[in-house]
């Protein structure tokens, strides 16, 4: 698949430095999916369960361009 700027590069990352990742909810336990910023070494942030709606607080680590850990826990 080409990549455009700012659209889908091979299914998984975005030119813009985002990084698909899939995490479980730690509330109903569903998969999701989140974006990660891959141009930020560490981040700390809260997004809401796209099923439950619950919040849960995303913590994401990468280096030169790359997700080393992702983890989640009840926020």
Known sequence: MKANRGMLFSGVHFMSGLSEQDIQCPFCGE?????????ISRQTYIEDCSVCCRPIQIEVNCEEGEVLSISTDRS
Do not use: P, R, Y
């Not at 998969?31 to 990660?36: D, H, P, R, S, Y």
């Open 31 to 39: 998969t999701i999916t989140v974006f990660a910023d891959c141009s």
